[in-house]
């Protein structure tokens, strides 16, 4: 053997050459794995938004709604409600209700005198709305509904 030959090292023996740990391949899946982890989220978010904003149009779920004072979705509810059941005194009441808990006064008097003159619940509704009326400020538009009120023939309901 030569004394200033290297020692020699068999190929089998040496160590492949590393690459660097910046590599742009490695790199590149990153980022493409990160990117489709945001498309999922994204798509299930929109999901269970689109499930959690549905509008079902039912009274029930508009109470439950209102008992946990959710005003602006249980608007939409009942809305939707009333659309499919226009005129029904129940959900023109639960609907005034609603607007008055959003402070809406003017449009929960409105609601309230759309009730129909042949329900029992027209003198409530109508003293109700003089009351919306009188909180929004309307004394004159609270004294006309409080003087229909008082038109209202008498039966078996109460106030």
């Not at 959003?102 to 619940?121: I, M, W």
């Not at 409530?124 to 004394?139: E, F, I, T």
Request: proline share 4%; glycine share 6%; net charge positive.
């Amino acid at each position: 053997m030569d004394s200033n030959a290297p020692e020699a090292a068999s190929l089998a023996d040496r160590e492949p050459p590393r690459r660097a740990s910046g590599d742009a391949a490695t790199h590149f899946r990153g980022w493409i794995a990160a990117a489709a982890i945001v498309v999922v989220a994204a798509a299930a978010a929109a999901v269970w938004y689109a499930l959690a904003m549905r509008v079902t149009g039912s009274l029930q779920a508009a109470e439950r709604l209102m008992a946990q004072k959710r005003w602006p979705r249980a608007e939409r509810e009942l809305r939707a409600y009333l659309a499919a059941h226009p005129g029904d005194s129940r959900g023109l009441m639960a609907l005034a209700r609603t607007l008055a808990g959003q402070e809406q006064f003017d449009a929960c008097a409105r609601e309230l005198e759309k009730v129909a003159g042949d329900a029992p619940e027209r003198a409530a509704a109508l003293l109700r709305a003089g009351q919306a009326w009188k909180r929004s400020y309307r004394r004159r538009d609270a004294e006309r509904v409080w003087l229909d009120c008082l038109r209202v023939p008498q039966g078996d309901f109460e106030l």
